[in-house]
């Protein structure tokens, strides 16, 4: 089975709306075209329902893999009027190369355009465990004041064999 397009669109109600004294949200469309395994087409959007809100927001991206041991995805978003956060368009890259069946390196790039910085820049390698991924790398982020450096260690479980739902250990 395979998922070629879907979309989402909703909007929140609020009772009572903890940031913005609105009564609803924006009206969000998440929309996500995946014609082939190995090329997805995303956006997301967030357009004004009432007058209370002006602010918009449109992201979208493409995820390519041109042969099995590569993979890379670009983005860009705008976003505009958002009452809290400033005025945005931002470029998104990120890669990821399997160098063998255990090891890979993936890198994470974020561009701001308004101002020309180049807010992240993220190196990582990842080593395939079987039943979990690990991965360690390093950051680099500027937050316009101060520049951030970083180290990082992730782990992802893929798979846990002996385990079932309901949960039963040793099940099986």
């Known amino acids: 089975m395979h998922d070629w397009l879907t979309m989402?669109?909703?909007?929140d109600a609020f009772i009572e709306d903890p940031e913005l004294d609105r009564d609803f949200s924006n009206l969000y469309n998440d929309i996500r075209w995946n014609p082939v395994p190995w090329l997805e087409l995303d956006l997301e959007t967030q357009f004004p329902v009432s007058t209370t809100d002006n602010f918009t927001e449109v992201a979208s991206s493409m995820r390519f893999m041109p042969d099995d041991d590569f993979e890379f995805k670009v983005g860009y978003r705008h976003l505009n009027n958002h009452p809290v956060l400033r005025?945005?368009?931002r470029i998104v890259l990120e890669t990821?190369?399997?160098l063998?069946?255990?090891w890979g390196i993936g890198t994470?790039?974020?561009?701001?355009l308004v101002d020309s910085t180049l807010e992240l820049q993220?190196?990582?390698?990842?080593?395939?465990?079987d039943s979990f991924v690990g991965s360690?790398?390093?950051f680099i982020r500027n937050n316009r004041a101060q520049d951030e450096h970083g180290i990082m260690f992730n782990f992802g479980i893929?798979?846990?064999p002996s385990l079932s739902l309901p949960i039963k250990i040793g099940a099986q």
């Open 8 to 11: 989402d669109t909703y909007f």
């Open 87 to 89: 005025d945005s368009d």
């Open 96 to 98: 990821f190369t399997r």
């Open 100 to 102: 063998n069946d255990y």
């Open 108 to 112: 994470h790039h974020r561009l701001e």
């Open 122 to 129: 993220q190196y990582n390698i990842h080593y395939d465990f």
């Open 136 to 138: 360690a790398g390093f």
């Open 158 to 160: 893929k798979e846990i």
